[in-house]
């Protein structure tokens, strides 16, 4: 049998190792516990983000909603406006190119001439009947007009103004300068002022008048001949008209663009022209 501080001993241990497990436990549990209580304290911190978040995210879709309607509105307001301008400029450009219309027709039957010399008390009606008179044209056709560009006595190294002549139609006209041509043609010479009357041999000019915008085209289409760029360069009812190859139709340039592209055209087919 053992002894008695044995059996205590024992005894004691046994209970130490018991309320050791039951610590354990207790522990076990309690950190489940806790465990569980921070998880669903965190799940409810979570929960109440997400819904402070979709709260924000509302507010703000809300509000960038309505920013985008007001974009919207604006966007077609802009879009209505674009259209009335574009609307304006081809109304704009209808009304240039009526107007170019009616300038060139306004001057459409109408010829320049100078190189005459002013005199005090000129009848320029008399020079007209004079030149048509010396060109085989009889009787004179009708005039609307007849009148310098500058009145006045002009200074000896001021050159004279020019002569308008303002006809009833186009017939006419074609027909006046169709003879300048012949004359021109048959004697090998210019006009010049004798076919008026004056005692004097100095040339005179008789050509299409035309407007300020068609006389640029006129110049630049010339200059372009010289350069060898175009074949041909005539007026024909105050119109400028091009040739560019001799057997090319009369083209009408309407505006000096029209010249640029041309000048641009013919200097790439030059450029890419094989060497001779």
């Not at 190792?17 to 911190?45: C, H, P, V, W, Y």
């Not at 320049?112 to 009787?139: A, D, W, Y």
Request: proline residues 3%; contains cysteine.
């Amino acid at each position: 049998m053992a002894p008695i501080t044995k059996r205590l001993r024992e005894n004691s241990n046994g209970e130490m190792k018991t309320n050791k497990g039951l610590d354990m436990s207790s522990i076990l549990q309690l950190i489940n516990e806790r465990f569980k209580e921070q998880g669903e304290m965190i799940a409810s911190k979570m929960s109440e983000s997400e819904e402070r978040i979709l709260s924000v995210l509302h507010e703000r879709l809300d509000g960038m909603s309505a920013e985008i309607q007001k974009l919207c509105v604006r966007v077609e307001k802009l879009e209505r406006d674009v259209s009335e301008v574009d609307a304006l400029k081809t109304q704009v450009g209808l009304l240039e190119s009526k107007l170019s219309s009616l300038a060139t027709a306004e001057v459409a039957n109408d010829l320049r001439m100078h190189g005459v010399p002013f005199c005090e008390g000129e009848s320029l009606k008399t020079i007209f009947n004079s030149l048509c008179f010396s060109l085989g044209i009889k009787p004179a056709p009708k005039l609307k007009d007849i009148c310098r560009i500058r009145q006045g006595k002009t200074a000896s190294t001021v050159v004279d103004p020019t002569i308008i002549i303002k006809l009833e139609n186009a017939r006419d006209k074609i027909a006046l300068l169709r003879a300048a041509g012949e004359y021109r043609r048959t004697t090998k010479q210019l006009l010049n002022l004798q076919l008026l009357g004056f005692d004097s041999c100095s040339p005179i000019y008789l050509n299409e008048q035309l407007t300020r915008e068609t006389y640029t085209i006129f110049k630049e289409a010339m200059r372009m001949k010289r350069q060898r760029l175009l074949t041909a360069v005539f007026c024909r009812r105050a119109c400028v008209y091009v040739k560019r190859s001799e057997r090319s139709e009369p083209l009408c340039v309407e505006s000096f663009q029209t010249l640029l592209r041309m000048q641009a055209e013919s200097s790439e087919i030059s450029a890419n022209a094989p060497p001779e």
